[in-house]
């Protein structure tokens, strides 16, 4: 069964600082790889889809990058704002479902 | 605004009870997903439709879960006799090829069950 884990649990980091956020998933034979924000008590918002055949996307300040080979993904958030607060979740599709990881809780802090 | 829209958001119920949630797609969107999440936890697969074909069910759907698409349009998520540990916000969510294979998802239903 495909697992998904996502590294940090928490950040916290001054506001305007650069910050990278980890996925890995243990079966390369992924559909594609989503990243998506989740403000508490809200659904998911889909932020950038990474198609398996495709290395990176970009989205504004937003970029993530997807190593198939080795399992990894990695979200970087440039110039960070305290409106990015929220946590952020990775989603692989394998078959007809999404398996997510547990999520990174990101504080901006003013 | 996702385009996904759930029924209702929050829902206290009794032990015991049956409780019913529905989901109302973005109209083009022929698949539709059905997630269970727990604070502190990631959203967990229970079942996906395409059109109104249940294709696929997981194992955490237990004959309590009934899970229904009538016409491939909205579909409905209903517990039988609800226990506690069925406390959780359910999420659904869509996606079809006019979505480029990104999903959205609803806001969600809070179920308490006390």
């Known amino acids: 069964k495909q697992e998904v884990t996502q590294i940090p649990a928490a950040l916290s980091v001054p506001e305007g600082e650069n910050l990278v956020l980890n996925c890995s998933f243990t079966?390369?034979?992924?559909?594609?790889l989503q990243w998506f924000r989740q403000d508490p008590g809200k659904g998911l918002t889909s932020l950038l889809l990474i198609q398996s055949s495709q290395r990176e996307q970009t989205s504004g300040r937003l970029n993530a990058s997807l190593d198939k080979s080795s399992g990894r993904s990695t979200l970087y958030i440039a110039a960070s704002q305290p409106g990015d607060s929220a946590t952020y979740l990775c989603?692989?599709?394998?078959?007809?479902?999404?398996?997510f990881g547990t999520g990174t809780s990101l504080t901006v802090i003013p | 605004d996702t385009g996904v829209s759930q029924d209702p958001r929050h829902k206290i119920t009794k032990r015991g009870q049956n409780v019913t949630f529905r989901c109302d797609p973005i109209s083009e969107h022929n698949r539709l997903y059905w997630y269970r999440q727990t604070l502190g936890q990631g959203p967990e697969f229970l079942t996906y439709?395409?059109?109104?074909?249940?294709?696929?069910k997981s194992r955490l759907l237990s004959d309590r879960f009934s899970a229904e698409r009538p016409k491939g349009s909205f579909s409905t998520l209903e517990i039988q006799r609800t226990e506690q540990g069925d406390s959780a916000m359910y999420l659904c969510?869509?996606?079809?090829?006019?979505?480029?294979?990104?999903?959205?998802f609803g806001e969600g239903s809070w179920l308490t069950v006390v």
């Open positions: 989603a692989v599709t394998g078959g007809n479902q999404f398996y």
């Open positions: 969510a869509t996606d079809g090829q006019s979505s480029g294979n990104t999903i959205y």
């Open positions: 079966d390369s034979a992924i559909y594609n």
């Open positions: 439709f395409q059109n109104e074909a249940q294709l696929e």
